[in-house]
């Protein structure tokens, strides 16, 4: 009788043990799904943000980059219309208005190597620049290594990435402004050779004005006097192509764009 009471504490014991493994398997279980649920959540909001911050840079390329399509279909105007624009430029450059007549005032200028200057209003200019607000604030850059705003996750959210390298191209026209670059900065541009380097300050009213301005990198307030660092990388009377002569692996913009080579390009004729 001793043994069968010994048998069936046994087995009672086994029963209870069976019972803690499963308990114990069960709630591994649960906790294993919970994390790979976490791990999954984590990744979807990863991705989420990496999408947001693609499509908010290829808002920062359509902004400071004029796409080459459009570039060779404003080449592809009439002479006549660029004669007047010319004219009209001329005769606004020659009427001063402040600072070292085009409007803006040149705090340095390192003349560069080229052969002819930079002119209004068909001429294209490829370069680097970066701008900056009166308290050092850099609102736009062309230099990359910075995180830039984004929709992905709210107001006041960034991106993950720093933004890469991309020098800009920009058409010396003020009667045809793009968005994010203010006739101040196309004036300041104005007279520089390839290979120069020039700062220039733009007053509010060559800048963004009474209004604020949220840019990629920082909100520009109303009424702000802008400083820009400009380095003229190529110039065209041409069109678009004989800036990007000999680059390889940089793209005009867009999220998926090859950034790889844009770092390297050097000023040239």
Avoid: W
Wanted: aromatic letters at 4%.
């Amino acid at each position: 009788m001793g043994a069968s009471v010994a048998a069936r504490g046994a087995v009672s014991t086994a029963r209870g043990a069976v019972g803690r493994r499963a308990r114990f398997a069960r709630r591994a279980s649960t906790k294993s799904r919970a994390h790979v649920a976490r791990s999954s959540a984590e990744d979807n909001d990863r991705d989420e943000r990496r999408v947001g911050d693609s499509r908010a840079e290829e808002t920062v390329d359509r902004r400071r980059v004029v796409v080459t399509a459009a570039l060779a279909a404003i080449f592809a105007s009439s002479s006549s219309s660029s004669s007047r624009g010319r004219n009209a430029y001329a005769a606004e450059d020659a009427s001063g208005g402040g600072g070292d007549g085009r409007g803006v005032r040149t705090v340095r200028d390192e003349t560069g190597f080229g052969s002819k200057e930079a002119r209004a209003p068909r001429d294209l200019v490829l370069v680097e620049y970066q701008g900056t607000l009166s308290d050092g604030t850099v609102f736009d850059t062309t230099l990359g290594g910075m995180v830039f705003a984004t929709n992905s996750a709210g107001v006041g959210s960034v991106s993950i990435d720093k933004a890469a390298k991309r020098p800009a191209v920009i058409r010396l026209d003020v009667g045809n402004p793009v968005p994010g670059v203010p006739p101040g900065l196309i004036k300041g541009i104005e007279g520089m050779r390839v290979g120069g380097k020039r700062t220039f300050e733009v007053p509010p009213e060559l800048g963004f004005g009474s209004s604020a301005v949220r840019s990629p990198y920082a909100t520009v307030p109303a009424d702000s006097t802008l400083t820009y660092e400009v380095t003229l990388l190529r110039l065209s009377s041409t069109g678009p192509d004989a800036l990007f002569k000999g680059v390889s692996r940089c793209g005009l913009g867009g999220a998926n764009t090859i950034n790889d080579g844009c770092g390297e390009i050097e000023p040239s004729e």
